[in-house]
């Protein structure tokens, strides 16, 4: 008995290096998965949306000396947006939802006509000026950033501003 078996060196580190590579097989594509397909949700489009037209109405403010609270137009800030709008002169909706241009110095808005993940119909998603953020609005619910609701005037002026998405 005095003859034990020792595996050799060269087995220990086979079976090392086996076991790195297993480890590695699983962790890596984990990883990987993290990193890719990370294409921009519905959700993503609407606050970028929302950035692009808050941006143009920056630059109209700025480029014709238009002070806070002066009312506009899709029509007016139009020739600063990068974005595509439909034939009919509105935004082009992502999912649906209809844009509120709002004054200059408001943040802008949208309105979901449809659920759209992980929020359901009516939310309204606001811009937010100071920090590029955006407040999400539930329906029938708080503000989740600022404590109040939203007016029944600022639906309204929402949905008329906006106009129809079909």
Same mark, same amino acid.
């Given at each position: 008995?005095?003859?034990?078996? %020792? ?12 076991? &790195? ?18 294409? *921009? +949700? %519905? ?5 970028? +949306?929302?950035?692009? &037209? ?38 082009? *909706?992502?999912?649906? @939802? ?21 929020? *359901?119909?009516?939310?309204? &998603? ?8 955006? @407040? &999400? ?8 950033? +600022? ?20």
């Amino acid at each position: 008995m005095a003859d034990q078996y %020792k595996p050799s060196r060269e087995f220990l580190m086979t079976l090392w290096l086996i076991g &790195i590579l297993f480890v590695m097989g699983a962790v890596i594509p984990a990883v990987l998965n993290e990193f890719v397909d990370r294409r *921009p +949700t %519905k959700g993503h489009r609407i606050e970028f +949306t929302l950035s692009e &037209i808050d941006m143009a109405k920056q630059l109209l403010g700025k480029a014709n000396n238009i002070s806070n609270g002066t009312e506009v137009s899709v029509q007016d800030v139009a020739p600063y947006l990068a974005l595509n709008l439909a034939s009919n002169g509105i935004i082009t *909706p992502v999912a649906g @939802e209809q844009y509120a241009i709002k004054p200059i110095g408001v943040p802008p808005e949208a309105l979901l006509t449809r659920a759209v993940k992980p929020w *359901p119909k009516g939310t309204v &998603i606001r811009k937010h000026l100071e920090d590029g953020g955006c @407040e &999400i609005i539930l329906p029938n619910a708080e503000v989740q950033r +600022t404590g109040a609701t939203p007016s029944a005037k600022e639906t309204n002026a929402m949905s008329s501003a906006a106009g129809s998405s079909r």
